[in-house]
């Protein structure tokens, strides 16, 4: 599951600042939710969040050639684990981008 991110956001329903969590899908925003209300929004950034998806897909070599050159034995190490559970991240951002984009569907 992606891990909120505590934010102070000025919250409408509750006319003042409050700490809202804010969930992401790789690097878009994908809902807020006010912890005094309870109240939330959901934004449908499916297509965005595919674009952004394959553009993470792409620099992925990138990256990891990157993190070698700089702390190969740190990277060698955790490998395995982050080999593992990229594909479990991933779903759970599909899943969360899906479960949004239905509730921003609902509410108009």
């Known amino acids: 599951m ?3 991110v505590p934010a102070m956001l000025d919250c409408p329903h509750c006319g ?6 804010l969930r992401y899908a790789g690097r878009l925003l994908v ?15 499916r297509r965005r ?4 998806l394959a553009g993470r897909i ?7 050639v ?3 050159r700089r702390h190969p034995v740190a990277f060698s190490a955790g490998l395995p684990r982050s ?13 969360l981008v899906l ?8 509410r108009g």
Not at 16 to 21: A, D, F, G
Not at 31 to 45: A, E, F, N, P
Not at 58 to 64: A, F, G, H, M, Q
């Open 31 to 45: 809902s807020s939710g006010c912890t005094v209300c309870g109240r939330s929004i959901d934004l449908d950034v």
């Open 49 to 52: 969040y595919v674009a952004d």
């Open 99 to 106: 479960a949004a984009a239905e509730r921003a569907r609902r």
């Open 2 to 4: 992606t891990e909120p």
């Open 16 to 21: 003042r600042p409050t700490e809202h969590e």
């Open 66 to 68: 990157r993190r070698l």
């Open 83 to 95: 080999t593992a559970a990229k594909p479990l991240r991933v779903y759970e951002e599909i899943k």
């Open 58 to 64: 792409r620099s992925k070599p990138r990256r990891l």
